[in-house]
T-cell receptor, first 116, second 117 residues
Framework: AQTVTQSQPEMSVQEAETVTLSCTYD???????LFWYKQPPSRQMILVIR??????QNATENRFSVNFQKAAKSFSLKISDSQLGDAAMYFC?????????????FGPGTSLSVIP | ETGVTQTPRHLVMGMTNKKSLKCEQH?????MYWYKQSAKKPLELMFV???????ENNSVPSRFSPECPNSSHLFLHLHTLQPEDSALYLC????????????????FGPGTRLTVL
C-alpha cells in the first residue's frame, strides 16, 4: 500500500522569506500524481499544486513550486516570498494513476506559521 | 452558492443520538467523498461515491451510514457514535477522472466539527 510521510509537523518562516516543506512517499507504481493541499485555520482545504509523475519538469504555481525527485520518492514544496496568508496546514497527497476512481492518500500535514 | 457546502458546521451529540451530516456541491461534479480528519492523524477516506454508486468503503464502522441520492448531495448518517468518533468530517467532490473532462482535483467543503459526548 502507498504511504505518504511529512516529517515536519510544524514549520515557521519569516514574512517575505522562503520555506520548503518536505514530503516523501512510498509506492511500487510508476504512474501516479502528487498534490499539495493547503488548509488555512477554519477555512476550506484547497489545492495548491499538482505534479504528474511522468513529467520530469517541476510544477510551479506563482510563488509555489515543487522539487520532484522520482527516484528518491520525494516531493517538497517551496513557498517563495512568504505571506501572512500562507499560514496553514499543508498536506502532501498521492493518487495512483492505476485506480479507477479518485482515491487520494494524504500525509499527516505540516503546520506552517508565518512570522510578521 | 458556489463550491462545496456542508451543514451543520458544528454538531454536539450524545452516544445514543441519531444525526445526519449534509454535503452539497454546486460544481457539476459526479464524484463525492467523506473524509475524517482527527488531530495528529492523516485524513482518512471513509466513503467514495462516483456516479452515485459507492465504490469505496474503507472498513468504516456501521455506525456511519452514507447516502448519495443524486450527484449533488451526500449525507452521512450517524448513530450510536463513540467519543473517539469526534473529529472534523470533510466532504469533497471531483469530476470522475474516468470521464471526459474529469480531473483528479478534489474540492473540499468547510467540514462539520463533530463532538460526541
Amino acid at each position: 500500500a502507498q504511504t505518504v510521510t511529512q516529517s515536519q509537523p510544524e514549520m515557521s518562516v519569516q514574512e517575505a522569506e522562503t520555506v520548503t516543506l518536505s514530503c516523501t512517499y512510498d509506492t511500487s507504481e510508476s504512474d501516479y500524481y502528487l498534490f499539495w493541499y493547503k488548509q488555512p485555520p477554519s477555512r476550506q482545504m484547497i489545492l495548491v499544486i499538482r505534479q504528474e509523475a511522468y513529467k520530469q519538469q517541476n510544477a510551479t504555481e506563482n510563488r509555489f513550486s515543487v522539487n520532484f525527485q522520482k527516484a528518491a520518492k520525494s516531493f517538497s514544496l517551496k513557498i517563495s516570498d512568504s505571506q501572512l496568508g500562507d499560514a496553514a496546514m499543508y498536506f502532501c497527497a498521492y493518487r495512483s494513476a492505476e485506480t479507477s476512481y479518485d482515491k487520494v492518500i494524504f500525509g499527516p500535514g505540516t503546520s506552517l506559521s508565518v512570522i510578521p | 452558492e458556489t463550491g462545496v457546502t456542508q451543514t451543520p458546521r458544528h454538531l454536539v451529540m450524545g452516544m445514543t443520538n441519531k444525526k445526519s451530516l449534509k454535503c452539497e456541491q454546486h460544481l457539476g461534479h459526479n464524484a463525492m467523498y467523506w473524509y475524517k480528519q482527527s488531530a495528529k492523524k492523516p485524513l482518512e477516506l471513509m466513503f467514495v461515491y462516483s456516479l452515485e454508486e459507492r465504490v469505496e468503503n474503507n472498513s468504516v464502522p456501521s455506525r456511519f451510514s452514507p447516502e448519495c441520492p443524486n450527484s449533488s448531495h451526500l449525507f452521512l448518517h450517524l448513530h450510536t457514535l463513540q467519543p473517539e468518533d469526534s473529529a472534523l468530517y470533510l466532504c469533497a467532490s471531483s469530476q470522475d477522472p474516468r470521464l471526459a473532462g474529469g480531473t483528479d482535483t478534489q474540492y473540499f467543503g468547510p467540514g462539520t466539527r463533530l463532538t460526541v459526548l
